[in-house]
Each structure stands twice: as structure tokens, then as C-alpha cells.
């Protein structure tokens, strides 16, 4: 099994990446989360990875982060999640955000994805909870009533939950509702 490449980056085509590794391509499917954060083309990066054998195809993903790696494992062991489906939900949601949905069972964020149905979103309600690491569910709990609303309002008004996301990281602590849709629209117009 290969769980880590280490290599020159050589090309990046969402969602796929090929690493030049002591002269030998590798070539990965990535979520848009670690394609957005990749070096650039010709630096050094380290992926780790996660191998698919199926009876037609042997499949490469690649990730920049231990949770999103443990976070696509879960994914698909549930039934009628796979790769490809996997990767469409950590590339529409960050593992904080998925945390976050599954925690306060929220599956019109999961819908959101595409590719993903009411009846899958219930499923991975149903099956993830509790399953995301207890590491995933304190980070999904610090965010707040206020901040949850604040982000709720953020989606309504057509942002979309990365940048409601990147705009309450911005926010003063303890910023109540109303002031806190004020500073996020301040802070998204710029």
C-alpha cells in the first residue's frame, strides 16, 4: 500500500496532481482543499495518500492532511459512498464544516455537495455521527449559537460556506448576531 509520496510537483489539472517521484509520475486525484493549498508547479510536496484496487482501475488520492485522509476513510465505508462521491464532500466542505453539519444534523449542507441526495446526506448523518474523531467534534462545537447564525445568514444571502466560513475567522470573539453580519459583509465586500 502506498500511504505517502514525497516528490516535485509536476502537474496540477483539478481535481488531479502528478508527482514526479525519482522519475516516476504518480498521479493522484486530490479534494479542491488540498488543491487550492499545493505549492507551485516544480517545488517539492508531500501527499499522503490513500490507494483504491478496484477490478478495472487502481485509483491514487492524495491529501495535506492526516484529517482529511482519516475523514475520506470514513467516508467510504459507508454504503453508497465512494471515492469519487468522497472526495466531492471534503472538496464542497472543509472536515471542520463536515464535523459542524453532522453534529447539529444538518443535512442541507451535505445536499449542498454535489452528487449528494437527501437520502445519502441522512445516511452519512446517521452514520458518521459520533465517528469524525473527538478532535473533529470539539473544533465542530466551538463554534458558537451566534457564530452558527451569523454563517447561516452568510448562505442565505448567497455566499457560500467556505467564504461565510473565511468571514467569521475575522470576527472579534464574543460578537453578537446583528453586529457580527455587519463586520462579515464588511470584511466579504473588500
Do not use: C, W
Request: proline share 4%; glycine share 12%; aromatic share 4%.
Amino acid at each position: 500500500m502506498i500511504g505517502r509520496l514525497t516528490g516535485t510537483l509536476a502537474q496540477k489539472s483539478p481535481p488531479q496532481v502528478l508527482i514526479d517521484v525519482n522519475g516516476v509520475g504518480y498521479e493522484l486525484d486530490v479534494p479542491m482543499s488540498t488543491f487550492y493549498n499545493l505549492p507551485a508547479l516544480g517545488e517539492r510536496v508531500a501527499l499522503l495518500t490513500h490507494f483504491v484496487v478496484r477490478e478495472d482501475a487502481q485509483l491514487l488520492f492524495g491529501f495535506l492532511q492526516h484529517d482529511e485522509r482519516a475523514t475520506f476513510r470514513q467516508l467510504i465505508r459507508i454504503s453508497g459512498v465512494g471515492p469519487r462521491t468522497a472526495l466531492a464532500i471534503l472538496s464542497g466542505l472543509s472536515v471542520a464544516e463536515l464535523a459542524q453539519a453532522i453534529a447539529r444534523q444538518e443535512s442541507g449542507r451535505l445536499v449542498k455537495v454535489p452528487g449528494i441526495g437527501k437520502k445519502t446526506a441522512e445516511r452519512l448523518l446517521l452514520e458518521l455521527k459520533g465517528k469524525l474523531g473527538p478532535e473533529l467534534a470539539a473544533g465542530a462545537a466551538v463554534i458558537g449559537d451566534a457564530q452558527g447564525d451569523i454563517v447561516q445568514a452568510l448562505v442565505a444571502l448567497g455566499y457560500n460556506d467556505r467564504e461565510a466560513a473565511a468571514a467569521l475567522k475575522s470576527l472579534p470573539a464574543g460578537v453578537g448576531v446583528s453586529e457580527g453580519i455587519k463586520l462579515a459583509l464588511k470584511a466579504l465586500s473588500r
